[in-house]
C-alpha cells in the first residue's frame, strides 16, 4: 500500500493535486434565489469528477460567482444536489481568496508548521517487516479488488486484514494507521460515512502525533474527514447520525467494543459545537471504557483522553460556569485530583464564579477547598498556591 501516491477519495492524485480542501456547498434555491452549479467541464476520466463553477442566482439567473469546483455528485433533486468537492486555488499566492490581514496570518501559521516539520522526530520503525504474512494472500486480495473498483468486495477482506494487523502489531504503527485509513476510505466508498468518520477521526490524530500535522498521509486522512462530514450535512445531523450508530454498535457489539468507543469519541467532537457539557461527559464514560477494555496505555485510549483535555481547554476558553465547572470536573479525570492542571481549573472556576455577587459563597468554600489540595500536593510557596490564596482573602 502506497497511500502517498493516491489522492483523496474519491478523487484520483491529479484532481486532488490541482485542487485544494474546501466543502463543496449543498446548492439550493428557493423561488430561483440561492446558489447553483453551472457548466461541466474537464471530465476526469480516473475519478469521474468533473469542473463546475457555483454562482449565486437570482430567478435562476447567475449573478456572483462564488468559485470553482472539482465535484462529484452524491445526490440530487429538483430544489438541490449534495456533492464532495475539492475547490481550485483562488490565486497561487492566496489559495484561500482570504483578505489581506487573514491570509497573511495563514501564511505564517504554515510556515511555522513547515518549518517544526523540519525537525519533527522520525516515527518508529515499522514492526511489519517481523511479520511477513500480514501482507499475504488476504491482503493482495483486498488490494487487487480496491484496484480494480469494488469497494464493496474489498471491504470485508480489509477488515480482516486490519483484524490481523491489530492483533500483533502497535494500534499505532504506520502500517497499522495506513490499513484503517484505508478501511475508512473504504467505508466512504460503500456509502458508510459515519463509520468513515469515527476511523477517521481516530487515525487522524494517530498520524499527526506519528507523522506530524503536514506528513501527506495525515492531511490526506484530514481531507477525507472533511468529505465524510459533507456526506452528513450539518453538525447537529453528524450528532444524530453517529448518536444512532453508536447506540446500534453499543446492542450488537458491547459499549466495550473498539468500534464502539471511536464511535463514541467522534460522536463527542460533533457535540462540542452544540453542548461542551455534554461532550465532555461522553468523553469521561468513554475513557472509563476504553481503560477498562484496552489499556490505559492502549494509544487508542490515549487518544480518547487528549480529546478530552481538548474538550476541557475548549470550555475554558468559553468561560461559561457549566462549561467551566465540566471541565474542572473532567479534568480530574483525567489528570487525577490534585494534578497541576486539576487545581488550576478549579482556581479559574473560583474566579469566574466570584465576578456574580451571588455566587462569591460558593466561590469561597471552592476556593477554601482548592487551597487546602494545593497545600497539600504543591508547595507553600507554589506561585498556584499563593494565588489560591490571595483570591480567597480577597473574598473572605
Not at 462529484?72 to 483578505?99: E, H
Not at 464502539?260 to 452544540?274: G, V
Request: with cysteine; proline share 6%; aromatic share 6%.
Amino acid at each position: 500500500m502506497e497511500p502517498t501516491s493516491q489522492g483523496v477519495y474519491p478523487f484520483c492524485g491529479a484532481c486532488t493535486d490541482e485542487t485544494i480542501a474546501w466543502h463543496a456547498p449543498d446548492t439550493e434555491t428557493v423561488n430561483g434565489i440561492g446558489t447553483m452549479f453551472y457548466g461541466a467541464a474537464d471530465p476526469c476520466p480516473r475519478c469521474g469528477s468533473i469542473v463546475r463553477r457555483e454562482y449565486f442566482c437570482v430567478l435562476w439567473i447567475p449573478v456572483w460567482p462564488m468559485g470553482r469546483y472539482r465535484i462529484i455528485t452524491l445526490s440530487g433533486s429538483l430544489t438541490g444536489s449534495r456533492y464532495v468537492g475539492r475547490r481550485f486555488p483562488v490565486r497561487a499566492d492566496n489559495p484561500y481568496g482570504l483578505d489581506k490581514k487573514t491570509a497573511a496570518l495563514v501564511a505564517q501559521a504554515e510556515a511555522q508548521e513547515q518549518e517544526a516539520a523540519k525537525s519533527w522526530a522520525e516515527p518508529p520503525q515499522s514492526q511489519l517487516a517481523d511479520h511477513p504474512e500480514l501482507r499475504g494472500e488476504r491482503y493482495q486480495e483486498a488490494e487487487d479488488y480496491w484496484e480494480f473498483d469494488f469497494p464493496d468486495r474489498a471491504l470485508p477482506v480489509y477488515e480482516e486484514v486490519l483484524a490481523a494487523h491489530e492483533a500483533v502489531l502497535p494500534a499505532d504503527d504506520t502500517a497499522t494507521l495506513q490499513l484503517r485509513h484505508r478501511v475508512a476510505e473504504a467505508y466512504l466508498a460503500v456509502g458508510r460515512p459515519v463509520e468513515a468518520l469515527a476511523l477517521l477521526t481516530q487515525t487522524q490524530a494517530h498520524l499527526g502525533r506519528v507523522l506530524g500535522p503536514t506528513h501527506p498521509d495525515t492531511r490526506r486522512a484530514r481531507d477525507d474527514m472533511r468529505n465524510a462530514r459533507s456526506q452528513l450535512g450539518l453538525s447537529r445531523d453528524e450528532a444524530r447520525a453517529l448518536a444512532a450508530e453508536l447506540a446500534e454498535l453499543e446492542r450488537t457489539l458491547g459499549p466495550n467494543h473498539p468500534k464502539a468507543l471511536r464511535t463514541a469519541c467522534a460522536l463527542s467532537s460533533a457535540l462540542l459545537i452544540n453542548s461542551v457539557v455534554r461532550a465532555l461527559e461522553v468523553l469521561q464514560e468513554t475513557l472509563d471504557r476504553s481503560e477498562r477494555a484496552l489499556g490505559a496505555a492502549h494509544p487508542d485510549t490515549g487518544h480518547v483522553r487528549e480529546e478530552l483535555i481538548r474538550a476541557c481547554e475548549l470550555a475554558e476558553y468559553r468561560g461559561k460556569p457549566d462549561d467551566v465547572r465540566a471541565a474542572a470536573r473532567a479534568r480530574e479525570r483525567a489528570h487525577g485530583p490534585d494534578a497541576l492542571e486539576t487545581l488550576a481549573a478549579l482556581c479559574n472556576l473560583a474566579q469566574l464564579l466570584a465576578s456574580s455577587r451571588r455566587r462569591r459563597g460558593e466561590a469561597v468554600e471552592l476556593l477554601r477547598d482548592t487551597l487546602e489540595r494545593c497545600e497539600r500536593a504543591l508547595r507553600p510557596d507554589d506561585p498556584l498556591t499563593a494565588e489560591v490564596r490571595r483570591q480567597l482573602e480577597e473574598l473572605s
